[in-house]
């Protein structure tokens, strides 16, 4: 009953470093999406991706990248870590991209850039 | 312009008492999808209730009720009988067209509800 797998949970990287983080969904969705949470920002779409193959930025896609080989997995990389860039990210998918899809979240990763 | 406003951030509310959680949202889309998340202290995104745009009735879900004004733009959430268990952030989220790029679900900043025995 795996649903949403996220990895690592926790990591702190120093600036400049690139590193990935893993999303992972066993439930044959089509739709996953990236959020980061900031305190008092809610949550923003970073990017998102309708099958594999096939992603698009969202609200905040700057410094980051996705790619989507196949329907199970989906993982966000950064390029060259900032401060900025430290948050909680949380991964999302759904059976479609349809209106009436609820997303069904990972349990996040807590990022610290020193 | 926002496309969710949580205009409250704190509520606070009593044991067995009904609150509302307020939303309002911006779409130009006439077929979106509205939903809620309760967001407990340990972290993790539960989804609670949906409401299409085309739905004729208010959505329930147990103690849970979405008040769907369309013309006004709102669906605020109503939690009847609160329960300490229900203390968490609370956030509404929109699923609107994207074109040919599919849908995007878009958060609002959430409300911390708090409540007391």
């Known amino acids: 009953n795996a649903g949403v797998t996220q990895t690592p949970k926790f990591q702190v990287l120093k600036t400049g470093q690139s590193m990935t983080l893993q999303c992972a969904q066993d439930?044959?969705?089509?739709?996953m999406s990236w959020y980061r949470q900031d305190p008092g920002m809610g949550l923003r779409l970073i990017h998102y991706?309708?099958?594999?193959?096939?992603?698009d930025q969202g609200e905040v896609p700057n410094g980051y990248n996705v790619s989507r080989s196949t329907t199970e997995d989906f993982p966000l990389r950064l390029l060259s870590a900032a401060p900025s860039q430290t948050s909680v990210y949380f991964c999302?998918?759904?059976?479609?991209?349809?209106?009436?899809?609820?997303?069904?979240f990972g349990d996040g990763t807590r990022l610290s850039i020193l | 312009a926002q496309k969710i406003t949580q205009t409250q951030p704190g509520m606070f509310v009593q044991e067995k008492e009904a609150v509302t959680l307020d939303c309002t949202y911006d779409?130009?889309?006439?077929?979106?999808?509205l939903f809620w998340y309760k967001q407990p202290s340990s972290g993790e995104m539960i989804f609670l209730i949906y409401q299409g745009s085309y739905d004729q009735q208010n959505a329930t879900e147990g103690r849970y009720s979405l008040n769907f004004q369309k013309a006004r733009k709102s669906a605020n959430l109503v939690i009847s009988a609160s329960q300490l268990g229900d203390s968490a952030m609370y956030f509404c989220?929109?699923?609107?067209?994207?074109?040919?790029?599919?849908?995007?679900?878009?958060f609002g900043k959430g409300t911390t509800l708090s409540v007391s025995s």
């Open positions: 779409t130009s889309d006439p077929s979106y999808g």
């Open positions: 991706s309708v099958g594999a193959g096939i992603t």
């Open positions: 989220a929109m699923r609107e067209g994207r074109g040919q790029a599919g849908t995007a679900l878009i």
């Open positions: 999302a998918s759904s059976y479609s991209g349809m209106r009436s899809q609820p997303q069904h």
């Open positions: 439930m044959n969705h089509e739709y």
